[in-house]
């Protein structure tokens, strides 16, 4: 069983960016892949980016051209580059493996806000 801890969030405004982290307690190539989702309050959590083992990563629409997965496996930790973030990127940012499992880690908050 695999642990994640998200850290790198906080307070950023509109058109600006963040990195945030996602470090993993076991080593993360032996996954398919890694996984970014988001949660805001009263609404389902909701995938945001997905770096595979292998090909190119993938990113929801609403984040496309924005946003960047990467990984470093050396450190076990994929990252979240997050640039001209908008208000509607404000949520509880969480990292999962493909296929995803359970196993949550305590996110990460990432308020877009001026």
């Known amino acids: 069983q695999v642990h994640f801890v998200e850290s ?3 307070l950023v405004q509109p058109g600006g ?3 945030i982290g996602c470090a993993a307690s076991r080593d993360i190539s032996r996954f398919f892949g890694i996984v970014w989702y988001r949660q805001v309050p009263g609404k389902e959590r909701e995938w945001v ?3 595979p ?3 190119r990563a993938l990113y929801a629409d609403s984040v496309k051209g924005r946003f960047t997965i990467s990984a470093d496996n050396v450190k ?3 990252y979240l580059q997050m640039d001209s ?3 509607e990127d404000t949520a509880v940012y969480y990292c999962n493996t493909l296929p995803k499992t359970d196993t949550w880690g305590p996110g990460t908050q990432v308020t877009v806000a001026s």
């Open 53 to 55: 083992d292998s090909g």
């Open 49 to 51: 980016a997905t770096i």
């Open 17 to 19: 960016s963040l990195r």
């Open 76 to 78: 076990n930790t994929v």
């Open 8 to 10: 790198g969030g906080g």
């Open 85 to 87: 973030v908008k208000v």
